[in-house]
């Protein structure tokens, strides 16, 4: 057998097989599309954002289990959340994906919670870009709803 | 005569590390090959008994040292069949050689309402620089179609090449494997009154050269995928066309005189080789080519035709419909890499599991979006194998794709 436990584990194929929130949001929803162009994946973020609140999101897209299962768990995790909640949960994600430093600003009180399970990405530096498609897509759409 | 695989295997050092205690099989040939000991030898004996620059001095070591390089040119002159030496051209890799191509003889010779041929199976390499200078120059890019089983379409042909000045095609896809009808192509491209262009990256390799037999016009390939060093590619050109065609990289070696005014440029083909060559890189490819010779083109084709019949037969004995295998099934029609689907797993995902196994495939667009697009992939696994890939190889592939079937 594979020592591949640590990347795929039981919680990110399961967001992978069955992805939450997957699909499209019709305008006034802003759509913002991501790609990794050293492997083909391609993602679109859908946001409705409202009074500074994330009230939908929507991904779809193509790409491999860690980029899906990494975007299904992010729109798990910011739907329903006020916008500096969503960017402080980015900015964590980042952090467990060692392309971000812990600069102290980031408030202890967040938790990722399933997104945890990412964290075996980190032993496989190739896989960190496809764990953070979708998180970059995402703070792309605030950046430019935002403005 | 069938190769003595394992005694090859013997040669190349790179064949015999371990990872992780296990040893590796080695499967992304299209993408890079290992080298072997006499070609490492003769680039670490160069540069430790007779490296020296080439060229302008005129001591004893740099005279010795540019017969060596011009020694290198006339093997790969030979091993191509070229008229003449000289019209070799040594570039950086073959990505240059193709942007030599389009920026001097493409910039001195389409413009608007002219048009070139490519087709649906190239390489970026052999599409971006002629989209690059599409731009500026407003000609039109044609191209031609894929039929279903993964050959080129001629049927429209003769129209595409109506009023074309060049085609530029892959002699082999990096993709499906597909061994393109190279003297057809350069025929009907004369007939059309158009040059034909010949990306052989993945047949130059694999498979004997001829460029007379062949009609092309120009051809590149890259060191690195035929047991030589990197940093070195080659475009052969008749030497009629490089003598018309203006210079590439303007610097010292390409010059015959510089004034304030204007500059003169060198002969063939120095022309065509501004700056210090890559001299140690190119004396490795020489001893690649040596390599190549001993072994036998003949000899590597038919083992890799071998290779392609026990890899489809393996891969589609145990796994049936669940393995798509993107390229025509014909052996003789095609060269010994494999793109594939597996089950509904993305190939990311495929190449990950199967390292875990130390089975190296590469995995993604292969620099061909365009074809990717065409055949419906986002992206593909490619197991791509040459002279000294084993039926191990294949063993350990067609078992490492039962983890990846487990896991997903």
């Known amino acids: 057998m594979s020592n591949l436990e640590d990347l795929y584990r039981e919680v990110i194929l399961d967001h992978y097989r069955s992805p939450r929130n997957k699909g499209e949001l019709p305008p006034p929803a802003t759509c913002t599309e991501g790609a990794n162009p050293l492997c083909g994946d391609e993602i679109k973020i859908f946001l409705d954002v409202a009074d500074g609140v994330v009230r939908d999101v929507r991904f779809s897209g193509h790409g491999c289990s860690i980029s899906q299962a990494s975007a299904s768990m992010m729109t798990a995790i910011v739907k329903g959340k006020p916008l500096t909640d969503v960017r402080a949960v980015a900015k964590r994600f980042k952090q467990l994906m060692t392309i971000e430093e812990d600069d102290g600003t980031t408030p202890t009180d967040i938790r990722l919670g399933d997104i945890e399970a990412l964290q075996g990405v980190v032993k496989y530096p190739v896989r960190i870009k496809c764990a953070v498609l979708g998180w970059n897509t995402l703070l792309e759409g605030l950046d430019s709803t935002s403005t | 005569m069938t190769l003595d695989v394992a005694a090859l295997r013997d040669e190349f050092p790179m064949l015999s590390r371990r990872v992780g205690g296990k040893p590796i099989h080695y499967l992304d040939s299209a993408n890079s090959s290992h080298k072997p000991n006499c070609v490492i030898d003769a680039m670490s004996t160069f540069m430790r008994e007779a ?19 011009e020694g290198a040119r006339s093997k790969v002159a030979g091993f191509i069949n070229a008229y003449s030496p000289c019209e070799v051209v040594f570039t950086k890799n073959a990505t240059e050689s193709l942007n030599l191509a389009a920026q001097s003889w493409g910039r001195a010779n389409l413009g608007k309402g002219d048009a070139i041929v490519l087709t649906h199976m190239e390489h970026h390499a052999n599409i971006v620089p002629w989209q690059m200078l599409a731009k500026e120059k407003g000609f039109e890019i044609r191209w031609v179609p894929l039929t279903p089983d993964f050959q080129l379409d001629l049927s429209s042909l003769d129209q595409l090449l109506r009023g074309a000045k060049a085609i530029s095609f892959t002699s082999m896809s990096n993709v499906l494997g597909t061994i393109n009808p190279t003297r057809e192509l350069c025929e009907a491209a004369h007939a059309a009154g158009a040059i034909a262009i010949v990306d052989g990256c993945q047949s130059v390799p694999h498979m004997t050269t001829d460029v007379r037999a062949m009609g092309a016009d120009m051809l590149a390939f890259s060191s690195h995928k035929m047991c030589g060093p990197t940093g070195v590619g080659v475009l052969w050109a008749r030497e009629a066309l490089l003598d018309a065609m ?22 063939l083909p120095n022309k065509f080789e501004a700056g210090t060559p890559p001299i140690v890189e190119v004396i490795g490819l020489g001893a690649a ?3 190549l010779n001993r072994v036998g083109m003949t000899e590597i084709r038919r083992h890799e035709i071998e290779m392609t019949n ?17 390229g025509p099934t014909n052996p003789e029609l095609r060269g010994a890499t494999f793109s594939f689907a597996f089950r509904d797993v993305h190939p990311h995902d495929v190449s990950q599991v199967l390292d875990q196994h130390n089975v190296y495939v590469r995995a993604g667009h292969h620099c061909a979006k365009p074809l990717m697009r065409i055949i419906g992939a986002n992206a593909t696994a490619r197991a791509s194998m040459y002279l000294y890939s084993n039926e191990a190889d294949v063993d350990a592939l ?7 079937s487990s896991i997903f």
Do not use: K, Q, W
């Not at chain 2, 990289?249 to 304030?260: D, P, T, Y």
């Not at chain 2, 026990?310 to 993107?326: N, Q, S, V």
């Not at chain 2, 067609?398 to 990846?404: G, N, R, S």
């Open chain 2, 398 to 404: 067609v078992d490492a794709l039962d983890d990846v």
């Open chain 2, 51 to 69: 490296y020296s620059p080439i060229g302008r001095s005129s001591y004893a070591l740099a005279s010795e040292a540019s017969n060596a390089y």
């Open chain 2, 310 to 326: 026990y890899a489809y037969r393996a891969l589609t004995a145990r796994y049936g419909d669940a393995i798509t295998i993107h």
């Open chain 2, 246 to 267: 203006p210079p590439f990289l303007g610097g010292g070696g390409m010059i015959s005189e510089v004034r304030l005014d204007d500059f003169t440029c060198a002969e």
């Open chain 2, 289 to 291: 080519v040596d390599f």
